[in-house]
């Protein structure tokens, strides 16, 4: 079973940026897309970004796009997602998520594969 680890996470000023990683390892990724959610306390699991593994095309939420990028590089099964502008309320633990069974890749349910999660805390 492949695993996904991500890594980049971390305490930043307002304004600033960070790339979060994820990287796969133990098998053969398969899947139709990657993506990041994330999940403030309190709140839902929410989508972030998505990229189809094949033609690279990319999805964001609409209250993020402008700020946030996500990229991949194939073959290094590498995901990346550089944030910049950060902002208080972008605070949350980002989780990269894989094996999508669909292309209905803004909602968690299309993805089997999760990483452990990686904190994001933006200072004001």
């Known amino acids: 079973q492949v695993h996904l680890v991500e890594s980049g996470g971390g305490l930043v000023q307002a304004g ?3 790339r ?3 990287a796969a ?3 053969t ?3 139709y897309a990657m993506a990041w959610f994330r999940q403030a306390p309190g709140k839902e699991r929410e989508f972030v970004a998505a990229i189809t593994w ?3 095309s990319t999805v964001y939420a609409n209250s993020l796009k402008g700020r946030f990028t996500i990229s ?3 073959a290094k099964s590498l995901v ?3 944030m910049n502008s950060l902002e208080p309320d972008d605070t949350a633990v980002y989780y990269c998520s894989g094996g999508a069974t669909s292309s209905r890749v803004t909602v968690p349910e299309t993805f089997t594969s999760w990483g452990q999660g990686t904190q994001v805390t933006v200072s004001s």
């Open 29 to 31: 990724l398969t899947t």
């Open 80 to 82: 990346y997602l550089q």
């Open 16 to 18: 600033g940026s960070l």
């Open 20 to 22: 979060l990683s994820c």
């Open 72 to 74: 991949k590089d194939n």
């Open 54 to 56: 094949g033609r690279g």
């Open 25 to 27: 390892s133990g098998g």
